[in-house]
């Protein structure tokens, strides 16, 4: 004869209470736990071709500091803003490797754009009438 589901007795509820308690001392920190927050950043390349762009700038114009209105500039032509610079470098910061091949790559380029810029012209080149004659 069927008598239907069982009631939990007393005894049998308080022998599954130590494994509830325990069960729950091990999920309840993993849940209060705070999860690192994911940061979506700019790509390496972007930070470089960005850093270049604003450290050429400054070094061209011959001061410390370039006017805000021209850094805004540089920085909406590379879809970036400042935090996008800064988020980049408090990702990476933590892993000197990488961020030592970031700014090898930053003071290669600077290089090589202010040897262009220092460089002699082609033989045979004329530069254009600056008069615009």
Not at 9 to 35: D, E, M, S
Not at 101 to 111: G, P
């Amino acid at each position: 004869m069927n008598r239907g589901p069982r009631r939990p007795t007393p005894r049998r509820t308080a022998g599954a209470l130590p494994w509830i308690v325990t069960a729950g001392v091990f999920v309840a920190p993993a849940a209060c736990t705070p999860q690192p927050e994911v940061v979506d950043t700019i790509a390496a390349e972007t930070f470089v071709d960005t850093y270049v762009d604003l450290r050429m700038a400054t070094l061209l114009a011959g001061v410390d500091q370039i006017p805000l209105a021209e850094r805004d500039r540089i920085l909406a032509e590379h879809g970036v803003g400042e935090q996008d610079l800064l988020d980049f470098v408090d990702l990476r910061g933590g892993d000197p490797d990488y961020m030592h091949a970031v700014w090898d790559s930053v003071e290669a380029r600077i290089d090589r754009l202010r040897a262009e810029i220092n460089a002699p012209a082609p033989e045979g080149y004329t530069p254009p009438d600056s008069t615009g004659s």
